[in-house]
T-cell receptor, first 112, second 115 residues
Framework: KQEVTQIPAALSVPEGENLVLNCSFT??????LQWFRQDPGKGLTSLLLIQSSQREQTSGRLNASLDKSSGRSTLYIAASQPGDSATYLCAGSETSGSRLTFGEGTQLTVNP | NAGVTQTPKFQVLKTGQSMTLQCAQDMNHNSMYWYRQDPGMGLRLIYYSASEGTTDKGEVPNGYNVSRLNKREFSLRLESAAPSQTSVYFC??????????????FGNGTRLTVT
């Protein structure tokens, strides 16, 4: 059974800082790894999806990496902005890909 | 383009009452999911439907039933609500059954309180 852990639970940074969010998973036979953003009172929005055959994906100021051998994924946010304040969740899939297991998320606050 | 729509947005039930949470997607997605989100527990899968006509249990199915009414709609029913079912419920959908390398799309959630 896949288990996903995110550390730290909360992070506060000044505007403009580059930052890294961490995600660990237990089953290296992962089908894919997804990063989501959740704003208060809202659902989750998919940010990046990394397939098991890939090592990273980029979208704008976001870059996500996947290292299956070490069971780790990172989400890099460049030049952070107050609008980036949200909870970021990662989710790893089981081998068939049909079911995702979520971490508990990192609550990010970017201070102006 | 509405995406995934959940109703109601908020609900308060008394212990023992029943209700159905509705979910519909307009993206022609094959797979649909119900999750619950609780502080300190993250998101946990209740039930999912990999395709129209099929449903499967997730991690925490006890106390719930589901119906995949058609390709668009996937409902979650609480037959006899308990305080432990107080949570935020999210419906989600996936485009592709053949390959699950597509992002999961979420609704905005139903906030349920059972007193």
């Amino acid at each position: 059974k896949q288990e996903v852990t995110q550390i730290p639970a909360a992070l506060s940074v000044p505007e403009g800082e580059n930052l890294v969010l961490n995600c660990s998973f237990t089953d290296s036979a992962i089908y894919n790894l997804q990063w989501f953003r959740q704003d208060p009172g809202k659902g989750l929005t998919s940010l990046l999806l990394i397939q098991s055959s890939q090592r990273e994906q980029t979208s704008g100021r976001l870059n996500a990496s996947l290292d299956k051998s070490s069971g780790r994924s990172t989400l890099y946010i460049a030049a952070s902005q107050p609008g980036d304040s949200a909870t970021y969740l990662c989710a790893g899939s089981e081998t068939s890909g049909s079911r995702l297991t979520f971490g508990e998320g990192t609550q990010l606050t970017v201070n102006p | 383009n509405a995406g995934v729509t959940q109703t109601p947005k908020f609900q308060v039930l008394k212990t023992g009452q029943s209700m159905t949470l509705q979910c519909a997607q307009d993206m022609n997605h094959n797979s649909m999911y119900w999750y619950r989100q609780d502080p300190g527990m993250g998101l946990r899968l209740i039930y999912y439907s990999a395709s129209e006509g099929t449903t499967d249990k997730g991690e925490v199915p006890n106390g719930y039933n589901v119906s995949r009414l058609n390709k668009r709609e996937f409902s979650l029913r609480l037959e006899s609500a308990a305080p432990s079912q107080t949570s935020v419920y999210f419906c989600a959908s996936f485009r592709d059954r053949a390959s699950y390398n597509s992002p999961l799309h979420f609704g905005n959630g139903t906030r349920l309180t059972v007193t």
